[in-house]
């Protein structure tokens, strides 16, 4: 006779020796037993409750199916899977076994263990399984489908189990919540470019590989070059995407995108470039709660709208400076074509795209088909109006673009001559002998305030010993309220003009940075006319022909 020991727990009815079928006489039905752990059963565990573990739980099964003489069929487990999952791949075959006449009885731990979900209940227990001749048991909860009666008790513990999911999603969602309006990191894996805090998993910190990948993706865009052409030049360089380098790194990584499926390849894929360069977090800012779960018992995920998002400021070290993220922004919202022939009917990228105004209405200055052979750009509103509002401000895109180089020639070749004469140093240390002189200023004056705060919070005590009277602790208390107000409005004051100095001395220094970068280029492109020009206003054209044109700076 075959022998079973507590300790064998994949015991199978089919393990029985041939020679001893006799044995099969005692048992008068064959079983499956289901066992399930949850992430959430894992952390009670945790906690020092091992009642509800995979081993307990088969144990538990066993003795019951040995002692109420059922023969074990096969023993299906699922860990760590939700209750709610009817995907999970050991259910799922517990449940093609019962429709194949593999047994005839199921026993688990308790209904639970089964499923959380009301739906699968009915759809199981008290749908399938009474049809195809399924008996189902829950030892601990006393389940029986064979015992008249139980099914309200059955239908009750299938509501309170799925109020459970319903109240414990719930509950983890607010605790979230909470995390992400604090700036607390919850997700599985940082994002590239970044990593957890080996002391905090909810903070991140720089990857310095990866995020000097991200400084790359976000100077190429500078220079113009578009998603496409960011992933060819990525590819080129041989650089491993997110889902290969995080992989490289030791974690089971899966990108969701459907981008990525190129990724396993190396090939970079547009929707990952788009979504970098648009991303906050690699300014410092803790963005969270984009998407989330249509409810507690679906897995499909839908985006939330931006307005709903949780951002707060100032979370972790930026990878990329705000202003040249907001650049990005801006070349991304203004990126278009435009045909520089019509003959060879070939595409180049506009430099110009979204810069160009009209000076009279404000309207963009666009390209529009026709057939010379020069491109033309031409206020929107006027061709858009059939000539009825505003006037043409047509000007050749190629005069506009030779206006531009001899204009930023111009200005690289009086700053070179200024730094040589010291005009620029002598600019520049003024600006810090203004600023430290305001911020002395402004020193001063908050110590003064503190004191007159102070003065001001000890009158109620003088008052009160009758050191003053009613009306002299009325005027004093005006006179003094009055002060602060005045000395106020003076820090507010002095704090936007140092605030204005120290960005006018930030856009000097960027600006020297820049002139001695670009001081030798030959030809305009995207990263010289992103880095200088703001936007450009074109007038409309004199009797004599002449036209006016605006270029606003960005320094």
């Known amino acids: 006779m075959a022998s079973w020991k507590k300790d064998e727990l994949n015991f199978q009815f089919t393990d029985l020796p041939v020679n001893e079928s006799s044995v099969l006489d005692t048992y008068t039905e064959k079983a499956a037993l289901y066992c399930r752990l949850s992430k959430e059963d894992e952390d009670k565990i945790n906690q020092g409750d091992e009642s509800a573990s995979i081993q307990n739980q088969k144990m538990l099964l066993m003795d019951y199916a040995f002692t109420h003489k059922f023969a074990v069929y096969n023993i299906y487990f699922d860990d760590d899977y ?7 791949p050991a259910f799922k075959k517990l449940i093609r076994d019962a429709k194949n006449g593999c047994f005839n009885t199921i026993i688990c731990k308790t209904q639970s263990r089964f499923t959380r979900d009301m739906e699968l209940v009915e759809k199981y227990i008290h749908g399938l399984f009474p049809i195809i001749g399924i008996r189902f048991i829950g030892v601990v909860d006393h389940v029986d489908t064979d015992i008249k009666g139980n099914k309200k008790a059955r239908q009750i513990n299938g509501l309170i189990n799925e109020w459970y999911c319903e109240d414990l999603s719930e509950n983890i969602r607010s605790v979230f919540r909470t995390k992400m309006e604090k700036g607390q990191f919850i997700g599985s894996y940082a994002l590239y470019g970044y990593k957890k805090d080996p002391k905090n998993n909810h903070k991140l910190i720089i990857d310095e590989e990866a995020a000097a990948v991200v400084k790359k993706i976000f100077n190429y865009a500078v220079q113009g070059l578009g998603n496409r052409q960011i992933c060819d ?31 396993k390849n190396g090939i970079w894929g547009v929707t990952t470039i788009k979504s970098m360069l648009s991303n906050r977090i690699y300014i410092g800012d ?15 995920v839908i985006a939330v709208p931006e307005s709903e998002w949780i951002i707060v400021p ?6 990329i400076e705000k202003d040249i993220f ?32 009209c000076k009279d209405c404000g309207s963009t200055l666009a390209r529009f088909n026709g057939n010379t052979k020069y491109i033309y750009l031409y206020c929107q509103l006027y061709k858009r109006s059939k000539k009825e509002q505003c006037t043409p401000h ?16 111009s200005i690289i070749d009086n700053h070179l001559r200024q730094n040589q004469i010291g005009e620029f140093l002598i600019l520049q240390n003024n600006d810090k002998k203004l600023i430290s002189s305001k911020q002395s200023e402004l020193s001063n004056n908050e110590d003064k305030m503190k004191k007159t705060k102070k003065a001001l919070a000890t009158l109620y005590v003088d008052k009160a010993n009758e050191i003053l009277s009613k009306e002299e602790y009325i005027e004093i208390k005006n006179s003094l309220t009055t002060e602060v107000e005045n000395l106020y409005m003076v820090s507010e004051k002095l704090k936007l003009e140092i605030s204005d100095l120290l960005n006018k001395s930030s856009y000097q220094d960027k600006k020297e940075d820049l002139i001695r970068k670009l001081a030798d280029f030959d030809t305009l492109d995207h990263e010289i006319i992103n880095e200088f020009i703001d936007y450009i206003e074109v007038g409309e054209k004199d009797t004599d022909n002449n036209q006016e044109v605006f270029i606003h700076w960005r320094f």
Do not use: W
């Open 233 to 263: 030049k990525l590819y080129e360089e041989k650089i491993p995407t997110p889902t290969i380098y995080k992989k490289l790194q030791g974690f089971n990584y899966q990108h969701t995108l459907k981008d990525e499926t190129f990724g």
């Open 394 to 409: 047509s000007i050749r895109y190629s005069t506009l673009l030779e206006i531009l180089e001899e204009r930023i020639h």
């Open 326 to 357: 907001d650049l990005v922004q801006e070349i991304i919202k203004t990126r278009r074509y435009a045909r520089t022939s019509c003959k060879d009917g070939k595409k180049r990228i506009n430099l110009l795209a979204g810069k160009v105004k």
């Open 286 to 300: 803790m963005v969270q709660g984009r998407k989330r779960k249509v409810n507690y018992k679906s897995k499909k």
């Open 82 to 88: 939700s209750g709610l999952d009817s995907e999970r």
């Open 314 to 319: 100032n979370c972790h070290e930026p990878i």
